[in-house]
């Protein structure tokens, strides 16, 4: 028998959230929290939309979240913004400590908006908020139009619902219309955007609301 | 402060999967758990699975898991093979109890060869062994040749891999040689299969892999 002492991790989590959000907030940064299934193109969506802001003149960072590997940081710095890479050691999400200890590493002067990419998965990371401005849940084409149905929380949780791999559609059965009717029966407010990073298809309008967003967070 | 009690739950969940595994050896029974990330086709691959055994004469039943819905057990039973759904309400796995109480709700007289289908992640349900003979991964083409070196421990402990939809791989950029690469690194002893549930591409040899298996499990 071990007896252990237990803190209230969720708990913990969600005051370190609130401190990340008001550090944000008092240094005008807007932070986005991405979540998705493994290979629904959370890292694609970023190289592109770090491509995009880029090029206005925007200036973006980028934390990493995997369980192993630094692939994805690598590609956001090819994409031309600053990443940091966390490792979770087998963790099945981030949570709200992680993300502040990468933001002392970071060199936030003059940086307007952070992107958060959690680890692949559509369950953990729901529970643990980060403190980001918006949850961004990504699903994709190949993986089905019944995603909200069968993983609601992220779904109803989520700020900003995004339909990535639009190009896809002639090759796989897709039922758009199922899709965003289960999505919207759990969440109806949630902006939402349809993409393709290999057509650009969605990109211009998500970059143009994330720097409306931008602007509402620098007041 | 809160002082709780701790068992150790992975402690208890094998247990519980050692006794799985004896009652399946002993009734003679092929168990595999087939896990993967939302989307990468393990219900579309127990259909196609279903309908060949079945054709064949082979008794199969099938044990679902899912945050939410009874999507999957419907799409089974419409495949021909008692399903029972199992519904997590939001946890991330299956775990070993959850299994043996649902053997306890199906009719095994007969029965050849149970299939679980774990939750949808690629994460969370490698620390939960069920007591299955084989734990099978499902990756699938559209998300990316990358994912054993990014979800490493999955590939390490698969008993079987499975790639899943090469009917997409004309249409996205996808480097096989490289996943295979990735993968061996981790597991060069695990039975590979490339399969799609459209084209019908290595159900065959998939399916004879599993008959071959429950004679063993019959001795």
Same mark, same amino acid.
């Given at each position: *028998?071990?007896?252990?002492?237990?803190?209230?991790? @969720?708990?913990?989590?969600?005051?370190? =959230?609130?401190?990340?959000?008001?550090?944000?907030?008092?240094?005008?940064? @807007?932070?986005?929290?991405? *979540?998705?299934?493994?290979?629904?193109?959370?890292?694609?969506?970023?190289?592109?939309?770090?491509?995009?802001?880029?090029?206005?003149?925007?200036?973006?960072?980028?934390?990493?979240?995997?369980? =192993?590997?630094? %692939?994805? =940081?690598?590609?956001?710095? =090819?994409?031309?913004?600053? #990443?940091?890479?966390?490792?979770?050691?087998?963790?099945?999400?981030?949570? #709200?400590?992680?993300?502040?200890?990468?933001? %002392?590493?970071?060199?936030?002067?003059?940086?307007?908006?952070?992107?958060? !990419?959690?680890?692949?998965?559509?369950?953990?990371?729901? #529970?643990?908020?980060?403190?980001?401005?918006?949850?961004?849940?990504?699903?994709?084409?190949?993986?089905? &139009? &019944? /995603?909200?149905?069968?993983?609601?929380?992220?779904?109803?949780?989520?700020?900003?619902?995004?339909?990535?791999?639009?190009? @896809?559609?002639?090759?796989?059965?897709?039922?758009? !219309?199922?899709?965003?009717?289960?999505?919207?029966?759990?969440?109806?407010? #949630?902006?939402?955007?349809?993409?393709?990073?290999?057509?650009?298809?969605?990109?211009?309008?998500?970059?143009?609301?994330?720097?409306?967003?931008?602007?509402?967070? /620098?007041?």
């Amino acid at each position: *028998m071990r007896v252990q002492l237990m803190r209230s991790v @969720l708990g913990d989590n969600s005051q370190i =959230a609130q401190s990340n959000r008001q550090r944000w907030d008092e240094e005008g940064i @807007l932070a986005l929290d991405f *979540m998705g299934s493994p290979g629904s193109g959370k890292t694609s969506i970023l190289e592109r939309v770090v491509q995009e802001l880029s090029a206005r003149g925007i200036s973006v960072k980028v934390i990493e979240g995997d369980v =192993a590997s630094a %692939n994805d =940081a690598e590609r956001i710095e =090819a994409a031309g913004a600053e #990443a940091f890479q966390i490792n979770t050691g087998g963790g099945c999400h981030l949570h #709200a400590g992680m993300v502040s200890r990468a933001m %002392n590493e970071l060199d936030l002067a003059g940086v307007d908006a952070i992107f958060i !990419e959690n680890v692949g998965n559509l369950v953990c990371p729901t #529970a643990f908020k980060l403190g980001a401005h918006f949850r961004v849940v990504v699903a994709s084409v190949p993986e089905g &139009d &019944d /995603k909200p149905e069968k993983y609601p929380v992220a779904f109803r949780e989520a700020d900003v619902i995004i339909l990535n791999k639009s190009d @896809l559609l002639p090759y796989i059965p897709f039922d758009t !219309e199922r899709f965003w009717h289960l999505s919207d029966q759990l969440n109806s407010t #949630a902006p939402r955007f349809t993409v393709s990073c290999a057509s650009g298809e969605g990109i211009d309008e998500l970059c143009e609301f994330i720097v409306e967003e931008i602007a509402k967070v /620098k007041g």
